[in-house]
């Protein structure tokens, strides 16, 4: 069954490191979605692609956090530099573009950041 | 604006029916959702509702949504030990972008 990969699962850095994140939609998936997710919270959309182009970034905290998805594939998400309050969980899902229920979201296993 | 409430914590005794109630605010929601995330891992899609709809039934799951109140509620029936897990309520708006936004969680914890 094809799956959302996400690498790396754990990370642990310095603050005002920089740190990035890396996802691997199912194939196929044209919209990509970034989330943060702090212990004891929901998950909130960062950034969501539709192929290489931005759709939503309003929750992105431009200043310190960047997105790419060059290709229109995978995706990188940096954040530089690193804040103790982004000690969180990333998560990364992907959807089918089009219609219907085509929009379900398929969550990847999650990459935890813990900023000391 | 979006804002999506759950309370924190379920207790119930295996074999029992759960019950995870959900509240949100914007009533141009498309669809409800309910995932299931499992200690150090991702969401999984457990079901999910139409807003035109008032209740779904699929295997153990049953979803009740009164547009009305705005309540969604999740009942998991005969209730396993596996079904230990955080349980997430998200809405997706019209003309939204199929962005998510996700309650709080409920710890549901089974007890033997």
């Known amino acids: 069954e094809a799956e959302v990969a996400q690498s790396p699962r754990y990370k642990i850095t310095e603050k005002s490191q920089a740190v990035a994140f890396w996802c691997d939609p199912i194939?196929?998936?044209?919209?990509l979605y970034w989330y943060r997710q702090i212990l004891g919270q929901g998950p909130e959309l960062l950034v969501q692609?539709?192929?290489?182009?931005?759709?939503?970034d309003s929750q992105l905290p431009k200043d310190r956090f960047s997105a790419e998805r060059l290709k229109g594939v995978d995706s990188t998400l940096k954040i530089q530099p690193a804040e103790l309050g982004d000690s969180a969980m990333y998560l990364c899902?992907?959807?089918?573009?089009?219609?219907?229920?085509?929009?379900?979201?398929?969550f990847g296993p999650g990459t935890r950041l813990t900023v000391t | 604006g979006e804002d999506v409430e759950q309370s924190l914590f379920l207790s119930v005794r295996e074999g029992d029916s759960s019950v995870i109630n959900c509240t949100y605010t914007?009533?141009?929601?498309?669809?409800l959702y309910w995932y299931k995330q499992e200690p150090g891992a991702g969401l999984q899609l457990l079901t999910y509702?139409?807003?035109?709809?008032d209740m779904k039934q699929d295997q153990r799951l049953t979803v009740l949504l009164n547009k009305k109140d705005k309540h969604l509620s999740l009942r998991i029936a005969d209730t396993q030990t596996g079904d230990s897990a955080i349980y997430f309520c998200?809405?997706?708006?019209?003309?939204?972008?199929?962005?998510?936004?996700f309650g709080t969680g409920t710890q549901l914890k089974v007890e033997l």
């Open positions: 914007d009533s141009s929601s498309t669809y």
């Open positions: 509702i139409f807003s035109n709809m």
């Open positions: 899902a992907s959807s089918l573009a089009g219609g219907g229920f085509d929009y379900e979201q398929y």
């Open positions: 998200a809405e997706s708006i019209t003309g939204g972008g199929n962005k998510l936004t």
């Open positions: 194939s196929g998936h044209a919209t």
């Open positions: 692609f539709q192929d290489e182009s931005v759709v939503d």
